[in-house]
């Protein structure tokens, strides 16, 4: 019962960790374009000449 | 009050670098910066321009940007599009200037800037980010609030009083910065309309949210009654993740009007320029090639992707691709007179417009919410619950009326223009639809309008090459068709020239009055009847003294016309042939294409009568012409197509204008206006049908807040999907079979 008291507000600060890691995800530009990444698994030449 | 961004900025630097003592020790303001936007364009002593706005919302906030702007002094025309999220408004710059229209838009809490293709580009990614950050915010302290909120639902009362409080203020803390943070859209949204005493879509949502938030915190802080939490997070989930679905859906609506749109002609060229264009470039401006062989891809302005053959002395159009070689291009309209500049302005206008229906879904869907928050005050009141409340707010869904028009009146456009129909007004969708007749013209609509010279008879004192260089001199001036027959050649002087529409032309030439066109026309200058050897012949030439020429013309019938009048049949649409040629002429082509009702030798009151006696009868009535002599009866009609075949399309007057000259997607307009009418229909009646199920039953008490936050989102999500759905189920229309004669042409 006690570790209710440590574990909940633990998982309160994961929470708030988990959405800065997705803040800075979303500020380098990840989600910017959604519909590249579908299209670049076809494209099967990484490189072309 | 700073003029623009801009200027804050600079003032903002300024007293932040500590050199305030400027403003105190300056003696004259500064100039304010001249703007020399091709977004913005005087003519008339009217001044217009296209405006971003930002800090949008919703449709409601572009409905209420609209009605400021128009309670405005001096401003004589606003019209907001709903897709682009631009404002087009015309002023008078004597009575108001741009800067106190901007300091008007953020009285209200928005902020708007001349339309800047970069500039929108930076604030359409904010936007998306933002928008995908308050999503992400809100789906996440959902989650985690049920977590919360999980050991008090499964342990059946068994769970300690110490224990339940732990969760509930955790719940707290989670729930707290999804309505502060994800959720302040709605409050600032809601807040707006509360200032502006406009009930809007987005008040009951705000109250709804606040209320279940504030009660659920009482119940924790208190130690008593129940906790909600998790229902609150789930409906901001929701309702944003709606939100980012709109967005996603009306940018990818409006992406091909935003090609053409964000395509600016370029603005340092002046008519007369000479320059060269090189293969995969586009051309900068509206031209004539002087030099090179190449082929150009029209399809920016057309749809039509087929590229189209460039030689000496062919008309270029700004926007096109040129392909293969270079071309020597001279410049005939550049910046905002070009074809492309003048059809993006169309398109515009055309999103800022809507059909009867329309218009009607958004009066009742602002009705619906003032009932919606006059219920749930009754409900709580009568139930002493304010769960009820918060039910009743949320699970009416008014917004879904608004929500699918922009969509599908988007998508239908940018869909028809993509296939070479140019919608100039929305609300001729409504007309479209129930078109029961089709009038067709005949000359450059059912043919080509590309005339050339069959037979020429000389009836007079000048031999047959001085009889085509006169005509050729009258009809320079003239936009008909018949004058490309004379092609380039010697000239006489011409005086005083004079376009009678439908008859024909005349001038003075050397000390004589001079006509050409139709035989009666001629006929009250030459007072005596035509010769028998004008016999055939179509085009009359002449003067005080007599008859000088008759010309036979010809004109090649488009190839797909047979296949389109049997298609216009086979949807039940009456065809009609209204040619202002000769009876026999038109006769000719009317059996040709199979069409029974036609009338031939009219003139354009004559049409207008016709037109007038079907629509008497209770037809609707399309009109098809080339937009130029047939202008009345293209205003007479119901609808009105115009073939864009070398004309202007600035100054066509007409619903439609059938950009790619393609007479095929006259049958892809009626199909996608019946269809985009079928789509705004349905999506109406399951808003309509759903809000008249739930608005009881959440008033009775039978929906939850959770079960009505789902309701709400679902049903926005089908009326969203329902206008995703696709525009044409098969490929634009193309011609099966084909048959080219070539009728002897009249003047017409």
Redo the contacts between chains.
Sequence with gaps: ?ES??VL??L??VL?FL??FV??RA??SGQ??DLDRPAHDVVADDDKPK | MFCCAGCEAVARTIVAGGFDAYYQTRTQPAPRPQLASPAIETSEGQTEAALMLEGVRCSACLWLIEQVLRRERGITRADVNYTTQRARVTWDPALTSLASLVSAIRSIGYDAAPYDPKREEEQRRRERRSALWRLFVAGFGAMQGMMYAFPAYISDGELSGEASQVMRWASLVITAPVLAFACAPFFAAAWRELRTLRIGLETPIALGLAGGFVASAWATVTGSGEVYFDSISMLAFLLLGARYFHLVASRRASASLDRLMRWTPSTALRTGDRLTVAPGERVPADGVVEQGVSSADESLLTGESRPVPKRPGDAVVAGSINFEQPLTVRVTRAGADTQAAAIARLAERAAADKPRLVEAADRVARHLTLVVLLVALAAALYKADVWIAVAVLVATCPCALALAAPIVLTRANAFLLANGALMTRSSAYQALERVTDVVLDKTGTLTTGRLSLLRVAALGRLDQNSCVALARSLEVSSRHPVSRAFGDGPMFAVDEPKNFAGLGIEAVVAGRRTRIGAEFFCQELARIGSPPSAQGCSVFLADEEGWIAAFELQDAVRPEAAALVADLKARGVQVHLASGDRPQAGAALARLLWIERFTGGMTPHDKCVYVERLQARGRVVAMVGDGLNDAPVLARADVSFAMASGADAAQLRADVVLTGNRLGALLDTLDASRRAMRLLRASFGWALAYNAVVLPAAALGWIGPWEAALGMAASSAIVMLNASRPMALKEPWKASTSSSRSPSYSYS
């Design positions: 019962m209710l008291y909940v507000p998982s309160v929470v988990i959405g997705f803040w979303l500020h989600f910017d």
